[in-house]
């Protein structure tokens, strides 16, 4: 879903250059599943719906 709302592929990066997904083993947040995390902040318990929000803020 994160693939989408962005419009690029796993190790891609936006064409203005603010985000890029990258794929990675562990943030030790397994309870806390679906995780992202943005810079430093951990965002958990993630529906598709707060990801709108959670990217907004970082625009």
Do not use: H, W
């Not at 603010?18 to 562990?26: E, H």
């Not at 397994?30 to 598709?48: E, F, H, K, Q, R």
Request: net charge negative; hydrophobic share 35%.
């Amino acid at each position: 879903m994160l693939q989408r709302k962005l419009g690029i592929e796993g190790g891609g990066c936006t064409s203005d250059g603010r985000f890029s997904l990258d794929a990675c083993r562990c943030l030790g947040c397994c309870g806390m599943a679906p995780v992202i995390m943005v810079n430093n902040d951990v965002y958990g318990s993630l529906t598709g719906d707060e990801l709108d929000a959670i990217l907004e803020k970082y625009r």
